[in-house]
């Protein structure tokens, strides 16, 4: 059995869960998320506490049944609390700033990049390198902070670059330093 799987989802208050058909409908103060139940696994709310379960234990569903738990814990979660990514850009003359409701880069290019959020997805820029991405879906949050990420990776010589907060960047040495050793 899956042990992800096996686990009841707690409801917070101020969250309704309705299933119509096949696809559970998740509604907060955060917003509306929905979620399309694949076959074979069933749902089941009991109080303010949700049970998946599945039908059979056929591989495909047994692979599906704790993935089905996850993510629409992760729905509950959204609608109530939401989630938050916090990126930082590290380099000289490396900032962000916000221009209307589009993110302004400047990373070292000729030119400047503007990012435009999905919608659902709000972008804040603390100071000039700290940007905070909040939204209810927690894929779109990930989604976008990865999208920025790609605009300049971090490198492994001095840094450089957007990177998470927390992210630790594996440094190498450099020639001179290869050089000096031998």
Not at 48 to 62: A, F, G, L, Y
Not at 94 to 117: T, W
Not at 124 to 146: K, Y
Request: glycine fraction near 12%; charged fraction near 20%; aromatic fraction near 4%.
């Amino acid at each position: 059995m899956s042990k992800v799987g096996l686990l009841p989802i707690n409801i917070p208050a101020g969250v309704t869960v309705t299933l119509v058909g096949s696809v559970v409908k998740v509604s907060g103060s955060k917003g509306n998320l929905e979620l399309t139940l694949p076959k074979g696994i069933d749902f089941k709310i009991e109080g303010s506490v949700i049970n998946i379960t599945r039908q059979n234990d056929e591989k495909p569903t047994r692979a599906l049944h704790g993935t089905v738990r996850a993510n629409l814990n992760n729905l509950a979660i959204g609608v109530s609390t939401g989630f938050k990514k916090s990126l930082e850009l590290v380099g000289t003359g490396y900032r962000a700033r916000m221009q209307g409701n589009k993110l302004v880069l400047s990373l070292g290019f000729s030119h400047e990049i503007e990012y435009a959020p999905k919608s659902g997805i709000t972008i804040a820029v603390e100071g000039t390198n700290l940007i905070h991405i909040t939204g209810s879906d927690i894929q779109a949050v990930g989604q976008t902070a990865a999208e920025i990420r790609k605009y300049r990776k971090p490198e492994p010589y001095k840094g450089k670059g957007v990177k998470y907060v927390g992210e630790v960047i594996r440094r190498k040495a450099g020639k001179a330093a290869k050089g000096a050793s031998a």
